[in-house]
């Protein structure tokens, strides 16, 4: 008798196989600071550029990343910072900066000539800072700088976003966090481990010393017993 094979069915090609994109590595390179009011490595570490450049440096086609700016005091002079990107890849590569309303102003109708209006934005948290490239062509192993200027005229905390897009349809979301305030010893203290009052043994050390300290009777220091 015959064995009959049991019949398998067809399985029909549902697609060409595609392997993952491979986009672009980026990384930031360096940092400088145009006059810093506290050392470079504060900023560095402030702004996390170590996350940032392994965001860059991985196959995420979108990630978003917060500089935040230490605090200033109102009117202080500006802050100018240069990111200096690096081209990893083989390949150019080509960032477009846009920026992105977060706060809530309107064009207002402005007087622009002799019976003429046009529709203007005169938002101030625009002027707040100011990015001098929006498009950034890099070749393969090129460092490129990205120049940042923070303006604080405004008080309160802001929020500023940039949308970085690149040429192989990569996205990033830049946030730049600013916070102005007026004179405020306590707040505009970066750090407080160098104060004493900030030591936990200096409460010890006061009650302590008020303890031992030699305190002197109510008719002054007795002589009897002193030689001359």
Known sequence: ???VSPSVPVRKPCGTFKPPAIYQKLMVDNLTVIRPPI?????????????????????RIEHEHTFKIPIRQIHSHPLKMVFWIRNLSATNAK??????????????????????????FHCPHRRLLHISQEILSIKPDEVVALTVTAYFFLYGEHLLTYEVHTEDNRKFLWHFHLE????????????????????????????????????????GLSTTGLRK
């Open 95 to 120: 960032l477009t900066l846009k920026r992105i309303q977060n706060c809530q102003c309107q064009p207002l109708q402005t007087q622009v000539g002799f019976n003429q209006f046009r529709q203007l």
């Open 1 to 3: 008798m015959e064995e």
């Open 180 to 219: 102005i305030s007026s004179f405020d010893p306590e707040k505009c203290l970066l750090t407080k481990e160098l104060l004493p009052g900030s030591w936990p043994q200096a409460a010890q050390y006061e009650s302590h010393r008020a303890s031992t300290e030699c305190v002197a009777p109510p008719g």
């Open 39 to 59: 050392l470079k490595i504060f900023y560095w570490e402030s702004f996390e550029i170590t996350s940032l450049n392994r965001k860059l440096r991985s196959n």
